[in-house]
T-cell receptor, first 114, second 113 residues
C-alpha cells in the first residue's frame, strides 16, 4: 500500500516567493496533520483536519501560512510570502480514528528559503 | 499545557548493549503513547504504541516499552543494540483519537562497534 505522499521532497526558494507543499494521505484515512520540524523547536503541529474540515490551526505561525484540504485525498500548505525563518522540514501525516490512534508520516518536504 | 520530556538528547551505547531511552509525560489523565524512529532524511516511522490493555508493549525491530501510570513514564528499551538502530527517537502522546500528537524533543541514539 502506498503511504503518505508528499511533494516536492526538496524546495529551495528566495525570500518573498510563494511556496506550496502538497500531501496525499493514505487512502481511507480521515484525519490529516501538518507538522514542522526545526532544530530549535523540534516537531510542532501546524494544523490538522478531520473529514476535510480544519479542526485546530492554532499552530499556524501567522497569516503568511494557509492550508487547505479540498477533498479526502489531497491537502496543500502554502506560505506566501516566504521568509528565511520558514526553513524547516514539513511533514504531513494521516490517521484513521477511532479505529487507529497512530499517525503515519510522509517523507517530508525540506524547505530552504534564502 | 501537556508536555513530553525525553531525558537525554543523546545516548551512546556499544553494539550488543542494552538500549534505554526515557520518556515522561505530564498529565493526570493517561494518554495514548507512541514511540517513533526517524532515520536521516526520512519521515517518522512508528515503533510501537500503547492505547489500552497490557502495559508492556512490543514493537518492531526488537524494541519494547512499558507504560507506568504511577511514574507517568513510557521508557523504550531493547536488550541488544545493533548498528542499524542508530537514529533519532521520538516519544509522543495524544489524548484523543484523531487529535494532534505532542512530541518530545527527541533522543539521538548512537551505536558504536
Amino acid at each position: 500500500d502506498a503511504g503518505v505522499i508528499q511533494s516536492p521532497r526538496h524546495e529551495v526558494t528566495e525570500m518573498g516567493q510563494e511556496v506550496t507543499l502538497r500531501c496525499k494521505p493514505i487512502s481511507g484515512h480521515n484525519s490529516l496533520f501538518w507538522y514542522r520540524q526545526t532544530m530549535m523547536r523540534g516537531l510542532e503541529l501546524l494544523i490538522y483536519f478531520n473529514n476535510n474540515v480544519p479542526i485546530d490551526d492554532s499552530g499556524m505561525p501567522e497569516d503568511r501560512f494557509s492550508a487547505k484540504m479540498p477533498n479526502a485525498s489531497f491537502s496543500t500548505l502554502k506560505i506566501q510570502p516566504s521568509e528565511p525563518r520558514d526553513s524547516a522540514v514539513y511533514f504531513c501525516a494521516s490517521s484513521l480514528p477511532p479505529k487507529n490512534y497512530e499517525q503515519y508520516f510522509g517523507p517530508g518536504t525540506r524547505l530552504t528559503v534564502t | 499545557a501537556q508536555s513530553v520530556t525525553q531525558l537525554g538528547s543523546h545516548v551512546s551505547v556499544s553494539e550488543g548493549a542494552l538500549v534505554l531511552l526515557r520518556c515522561n509525560y505530564s498529565s493526570s489523565v493517561p494518554p495514548y503513547l507512541f514511540w517513533y524512529v526517524q532515520y536521516p532524511n526520512q519521515g517518522l516511522q512508528l515503533l510501537l504504541k500503547y492505547t489500552t490493555g497490557a502495559t508492556l508493549v512490543k514493537g518492531i525491530n526488537g524494541f519494547e516499552a512499558e507504560f507506568k501510570k504511577s511514574e507517568t513514564s513510557f521508557h523504550l528499551t531493547k536488550p541488544s543494540a545493533h548498528m542499524s538502530d542508530a537514529a533519532e527517537y521520538f516519544c509522543a502522546v495524544s489524548y484523543q483519537a484523531g487529535t494532534a500528537l505532542i512530541f518530545g524533543k527527541g533522543t539521538t541514539l548512537s551505536v558504536s562497534s
